[in-house]
């Protein structure tokens, strides 16, 4: 099964981007969480972009359902940030087929099925922060999960979903890194 291939072949690069992020430290600031919810915006806002120009998703995929970069922008408003003033990520993977495209979103879909632990922990450290990016999904998060996972079964080009998962892992992670000064959040 590819979703097991991904899942294998990827942790690492999975367990070094919770490192970076930081998100479930007992020292996490709301200023932390701001500059999280900044770099994921600026991630999420030009690769939503290059999805939408992929033609061909699986049968029942719809990847207006799954573009979180409004949600991000409804939190950063919350918290006083006008997202159209913040940096965006130039470095992304390269998402021009479905296989690709699939891989990038095994990425962001999975950041997403793990928002709920981190949303979780969140209510405890920042209570009353919002949280909508990280509460995507509410209770079909399992539901939307499963739907990507069949996807993603479906991929016409298996090394090239996960050679793109890599990327985006790697890409990602160092957009989210503050001490490689890839950007500069609010």
């Known amino acids: 099964m590819l979703t097991h291939r991904l899942k294998l072949e990827t942790r690492p690069l ?5 490192r970076v992020t930081g998100l479930m ?13 900044a770099r994921m915006y600026g991630f999420h806002v030009p690769l939503e972009v290059a999805l939408s120009s992929v033609k061909g998703w699986p049968p029942g995929f719809h990847l207006a359902d799954r573009l979180k970069s409004g949600l991000l922008a409804d939190d950063l408003t919350a918290l006083g940030v006008d997202p159209q003033r913040l940096p965006v990520c130039f470095d992304l993977p390269q ?14 879909e999975g950041a997403t099925l793990g928002g709920q632990i981190i949303d979780r922990h969140l209510e405890q450290q920042l209570p009353g922060c919002p949280r909508t990016y990280l509460r995507a999904y509410g ?12 996807a993603i079964e479906q991929s016409v ?14 890409l990602l992670t160092r957009w989210l890194d503050p001490k490689r000064g890839a950007h500069a959040a609010a």
Do not use: C, K
């Open 157 to 170: 080009d298996a090394e090239r979903t996960i050679e793109t998962a890599r990327d985006t892992f790697r």
């Open 25 to 37: 430290s007992p020292d996490l600031t709301l200023d932390g969480y701001r500059d999280y919810l």
């Open 139 to 150: 209770s079909r998060t399992g539901e939307m999960w499963r739907g990507m996972g069949v």
């Open 95 to 108: 998402v021009n087929t479905q296989a690709r495209g699939l891989g990038a979103l095994y990425v962001t």
């Open 14 to 18: 999975h367990d070094e981007i919770e």
